[in-house]
């Protein structure tokens, strides 16, 4: 199947630094991607949807100055959280799905670890 | 997107079929069923979707009522290493994906 990659796999970061996670697409173009965010034993929660060439849609309740989305081209999206603080520690996770081919589904990465000291 | 309820957990002998239900009675007429799962620390994996007729792949079988209301995902002959959160969703093509809070999984020696 399609191969979403994210980079890093685990970041440890101080407080009020900022940290970027990269999202790949390695075999197909995506012209959106998903980005969520996981906590500890809770499920995953949209947090925006990255449009190639144009502006996030966040959804209700997350900050779009704290969490700043760029889908620069049709293989990457980056997040990048700024001025971290230890409440954003938590998994985060993207996800694609193939423009041209597949059957629909969502293909995502294997997460990213923020922890926030 | 309409709404899933499923059990929170479940067990399963390995060797043995794990059936896994899932209900989604408000399911509009153009919305998918997706299954994923996620293990541990990892980012969910797609099993199998379908949108009225029975699929089946490498993985598992999706069996989809002829109401739509309700759906279970089969795998056939669990392994330990089958152990993981299960998400049973319904979306129309195209669009984020929702997850809910899954059934646990715990496939036993």
């Known amino acids: 199947g399609a191969v979403v990659s994210q980079h890093p796999s685990w970041v440890i970061c101080k407080s009020g630094t900022s940290v970027k996670i990269e999202c790949r697409s390695l075999?197909?173009?995506?012209?959106?991607m998903f980005w969520y965010r996981q906590f500890p034993k809770q499920s995953l929660m949209l947090m925006a949807t990255s449009n190639e060439g144009s502006k996030a849609t966040y959804e209700q309740g997350v900050e779009k100055d704290k969490f700043l989305i760029n889908h620069a081209s049709l293989t990457l999206s980056t997040l990048t959280v700024t001025s971290a603080h230890p409440e954003d520690s938590s998994f985060y996770i993207c996800?694609?799905?193939?423009?041209?081919?597949?059957?629909?589904?969502?293909?995502f990465g294997e997460g990213s670890r923020l922890t926030v000291l | 997107d309409a709404k899933t309820t499923q059990p929170p957990s479940m067990d399963c002998a390995e060797g043995r079929a794990a059936n896994l239900p899932c209900n989604h009675s408000t399911i509009s007429g153009n919305e998918y069923v997706y299954w994923y799962r996620q293990i541990h620390s990892q980012g969910p994996q797609y099993i199998i979707h379908?949108?009225?007729n029975n699929e089946t792949n490498e993985m598992a079988s999706l069996i989809i009522t002829e109401d739509r209301k309700s759906s279970t995902l089969i795998l056939p002959h669990a392994t330990l290493r089958d152990t993981a959160v299960y998400y049973c969703?319904?979306?129309?093509?195209?669009?984020?994906?929702?997850f809910g809070k899954g059934t646990s999984l715990l496939v036993t020696p």
């Open positions: 379908g949108l009225k």
């Open positions: 969703i319904v979306s129309n093509s195209g669009y984020a994906l929702n």
């Open positions: 075999d197909f173009q995506a012209t959106t």
């Open positions: 996800s694609a799905r193939d423009v041209e081919g597949g059957t629909g589904e969502l293909f």
